[in-house]
């Protein structure tokens, strides 16, 4: 096996992987002195036997501040690992439109996946939960959550269907993609944009976190409007991959998700071959405690809006195809005022995750690994206990420390699998929880 890293980045696969800092930058960067053309794109004949080959993640003719695209010079075109495909077995990988079930309208929740005890690869171990929207229109979304045992052996992936949103929440993930290595680790996220190729280790051992599959346009950062330049996520903290490229002559396979379906085939190397690159389209990690929050600082609670990480927008300004808020470590100050998330009923659906910690809305039931489903205008809030230790407590400030949720909201109702609705961990008795809300009204009590 030859793993080949720049200079700057050491000798070895197993030295520290190193990355380019910002958001969307044109970035490059090349694995080999003078891989990368100066001046030009495409060579007539590109340095070391090189091809070159463009990916492109919008249409040609977007507008300048939207189009994305990368160069990549590589020892094969993709073309090149380009076999014979066979339709491979999606196991409990869906893709919307998907209405396999219908259940009542109902807030829903579920306890933590276990991790199976027979050997799967994070895409074998792919189960999505909700679907959403319309991958053929790309538009909408997928939540996924994977329980990968064991690394990818000379087994790679694409997907064509959607951009994918990696959100760890126990153990460790090694992405090797075509554009350099990502590590992530629990706290933090990796965006893989579509049509990029990779290979999934688990260097810790085996792993669970959750998947977003974005059919939409490609997330970006949120306008801060009136907040200004700085705070939320800042461009500085996001990280690309410097080059990085395997030159591997060994029998591999390599499924494509494209149309809603795995496609498999095998080649006789590995497709992450590319030796430089340069531009705007590439995946990329960021800390989420690096976030800087901002809230209220004199009465009222925010709307949850202030926490968005990442945006997809639509064709509807102001109204995302999906946003990516967590809700980190932060203070709350705010006086006369009750502090948890507010009673409501939302236009957009929300699908919620716990990565560590506690989330103070439900102290009760929520655990790190769990998640939640609040869909299209159904009424959620707090639950009764949340509702009276706010209701009472102590107004002095007040610090949530060790927690990390998030949220994947959408415009489009999500629709949940039939596999999510079967399983033992879906809790049942979650949709009455509202039940336990008592009437306090007192007509002589203003």
């Not at 190193?18 to 007539?44: D, K, M």
């Not at 999606?90 to 998907?98: H, I, L, M, S």
Request: proline share 9%; with cysteine; charged share 20%.
């Amino acid at each position: 096996m030859n793993v080949t890293l720049p200079e700057t980045a050491g000798k070895a696969a197993s030295a520290t992987t190193r990355y380019q800092s910002g958001f969307g930058n044109g970035f490059e960067t090349e694995a080999l002195p003078g891989a990368l053309p100066v001046g030009r794109n495409s060579p007539q004949k590109c340095a070391y036997g090189l091809y070159a080959e463009q990916l492109s993640g919008s249409p040609f003719t977007a507008p300048r501040a939207r189009n994305e695209r990368s160069w990549l010079y590589r020892i094969r075109p993709t073309l090149g690992h380009w076999g014979t495909f066979r339709q491979g077995d999606n196991r409990v990988w869906c893709t919307a439109p998907c209405a396999e079930i219908n259940l009542p309208p109902a807030p829903m929740r579920w306890d933590p996946l276990p991790l199976p005890d027979e050997a799967l690869t994070l895409v074998e171990g792919v189960r999505t939960i909700t679907t959403a929207g319309d991958a053929g229109a790309q538009s909408g979304m997928a939540v996924h959550v994977y329980l990968a045992t064991r690394s990818m052996a000379d087994e790679y992936f694409y997907n064509a269907d959607g951009e994918l949103l990696f959100v760890p929440q126990l153990g460790a993930l090694r992405l090797w993609t075509e554009f350099g290595i990502i590590d992530i680790a629990p706290g933090e996220i990796a965006v893989i944009p579509r049509g990029v190729k990779m290979r999934v280790e688990l260097p810790g051992g085996p792993a669970r976190g959750y998947l977003c599959e974005n059919y939409g346009g490609s997330f970006t950062l949120p306008e801060r409007g009136p907040i200004g330049a700085n705070c939320l996520a800042n461009p500085r903290d996001f990280q690309t991959p410097v080059a990085a490229y395997e030159d591997r002559a060994v029998a591999s396979g390599l499924t494509v998700k494209w149309g809603g379906c795995l496609w498999e085939t095998e080649i006789d190397h590995s497709p992450l071959d590319v030796v430089a690159w340069h531009g705007n389209y590439a995946p990329y990690k960021y800390d989420l405690r690096r976030f800087s929050p901002i809230g209220p600082v004199l009465f009222d609670h925010a709307d949850p809006s202030i926490f968005t990480t990442l945006t997809s927008p639509s064709e509807t300004p102001g109204t995302a195809n999906v946003d990516f808020v967590i809700f980190p470590e932060r203070w709350l100050v705010a006086e006369n005022t009750f502090r948890p998330p507010w009673y409501h009923m939302n236009v957009m659906s929300e699908f919620m995750g716990l990565i560590y910690g506690a989330y103070d809305a439900k102290p009760q039931g929520f655990v790190p690994g769990g998640f939640s489903l609040h869909n299209t205008m159904l009424p959620h809030g707090p639950d009764k206990d949340a509702f009276e230790g706010a209701s009472n407590a102590e107004l002095k400030p007040h610090k949530l420390e060790s927690t990390m949720a998030f949220m994947l909201e959408t415009r489009f109702a999500q629709h949940v699998t039939a596999y999510a609705a079967r399983i033992p961990q879906f809790q049942r008795d979650y949709a009455g929880y509202g039940l336990k809300l008592t009437k306090r009204f007192d007509p002589t009590r203003p």
